[in-house]
């Protein structure tokens, strides 16, 4: 093994990598060549420190896309997942009002009482998770601090709507998780938009069974609401299996996923939560 | 800095910070995590972050979590394999300088390679790069010295490819 640097002395060494690095004036630039020239062991230590200087290789980060924020936390409608959910939201309405109605379950129990009443309710309340809100409503036991809105599992939730059904006549299900437009804040006051937008990996994940059975998913970063339309989708007839799942993320906090339905609000929010 | 700005910055910024994270980590999915944790460090601290010196940043971030993950591979590897012998870098297999380089670079201590990186691919002055690995200017010029001669003590054993 040839070693060049035993035979030239550091200062040496030094002045030659100062000329490879820039640093010497024209004057002592020429000076130290003329120096390299002189000695053999100084031209050999030249050119193979000079081989040492690299040359910047294109490359390219593959996921640039995903780090580039946008303007708003809003999403577009996306045409696949609008058919799925809004379809989804659609046969909930359908089978509710169909099976047992508010105004339906006070006539099929005459002189009840309120035992009977709360245990009828219960039923019922099971006969919707069984057929179709459990798998729309993924709903954490955690809320803001803010909002001040009672946490509910998913399983209140049913049985909100069960007692809001005896109660109103509406042809519809509202379930009142958050407000259309509520802004929600983390404890340390950051937004649910700045909190969406400084995520890069997707919010949510949804997993579903199309209507041939395929299994499908999908995600997207930053993701806040999807919008609905209920009317295209109502000629399917049935229900996806949909299931949202929140990501965890390190440094971020966890989106909740509520869904929304009414006559004229459809869609389903995500609400951004410690 | 708002959304355009940031924007502007992984337009400019990221390849030259994945290629750095490559060169430290070789795993491109690693190299991947490096740039995306920087960034968004960087958006998180965007108010704080003076956009002038936001590239400085992002490298910094880079370099320390490089650092970070090259230590835990280290680790890792020390637990998993005691008996592993390296090829002779004297072998058959080195057939072109810019693989014999490559070698090279992987053997140099972090900070060794770190600032020849920085030197030469990003074209940072040694005050920049003294910014970025929180060490002096004379630090940095040294251990690019010192790197450079490794190097090239590389190099010289492979006399027949020079």
């Known amino acids: 093994m040839r070693n060049t640097q035993n035979n030239i002395p550091e200062e040496i060494q030094w002045q030659i990598f100062e000329l490879l690095e820039g640093n010497l004036t024209l004057e002592e630039s020429e000076k130290t060549l003329k120096l390299i020239q002189s000695h053999s062991a100084y031209q050999t230590f030249y050119r193979e420190l000079s081989l040492t200087y690299l040359k910047p290789e294109p490359t390219e980060f593959p996921k640039k896309s995903i780090l580039l924020k946008s303007p708003t936390n809003h999403l577009k409608i996306w045409r696949n997942l609008s058919l799925l959910a809004s379809s989804a939201a659609a046969i909930a309405l359908f089978l509710l009002n169909k099976t047992e109605t508010p105004n339906t379950i006070n006539q099929s129990i005459p002189n009840s009482s309120s035992k009977t009443t709360t245990q009828n309710q219960t039923q019922f309340t099971e006969s919707l998770e069984n057929r179709t809100i459990p798998t729309l409503v993924k709903k954490s036991n955690q809320i803001s601090p803010k909002k001040q809105t009672p946490t509910l599992p998913s399983e209140a939730i049913n049985t909100q709507i069960a007692k809001e059904d005896v109660n109103q006549s509406k042809p519809f299900r509202v379930i009142p998780i958050v407000d259309e437009g509520t802004e929600f804040m983390s404890p340390n006051g950051e937004t649910n938009s700045n909190i969406a937008s400084n995520a890069i990996e997707p919010d949510v994940q949804i997993v579903y069974t199309d209507f041939n059975g395929n299994n499908s998913e999908i995600s997207e970063p930053s993701q806040t609401e999807f919008l609905l339309d209920i009317a295209e989708n109502l000629r399917f007839g049935r229900l996806p299996k949909m299931k949202f799942i929140p990501r965890k993320r390190q440094n971020h906090l966890i989106p909740q996923v509520d869904m929304l339905v009414g006559t004229d609000t459809r869609f389903i929010q995500t609400t951004l939560i410690q | ?162």
């Open chain 2, 1 to 162: 800095m708002d959304h355009k700005e940031f924007n502007r910055i992984v337009e400019a910024h990221s390849d030259a910070l994945y290629r750095l994270a490559l060169k430290n980590i070789k795993v491109t999915e690693d190299a991947q995590e490096i740039v995306q944790t920087a960034f968004e460090r960087l958006w998180i601290n965007r108010n704080t972050v003076d956009p002038e010196k936001c590239r400085a940043f992002l490298f910094r971030v880079a370099y320390n979590f490089t650092i970070d993950m090259i230590r835990k591979q280290r680790k890792e590897a020390d637990m998993e394999t005691t008996n592993f012998k390296e090829p002779s870098s004297e072998g058959a297999d080195f057939k072109d300088l810019k693989r014999v380089l490559e070698r090279a670079l992987s053997k140099l201590s972090d900070i060794q390679r770190n600032v020849i990186l920085l030197r030469d691919y990003e074209g940072y002055s040694y005050q920049e790069i003294g910014d970025i690995l929180s060490i002096t200017e004379a630090q940095v010029k040294i251990n690019i010295f010192r790197g450079r001669k490794q190097l090239q003590e590389h190099l010289g054993s492979m006399e027949d490819y020079l």
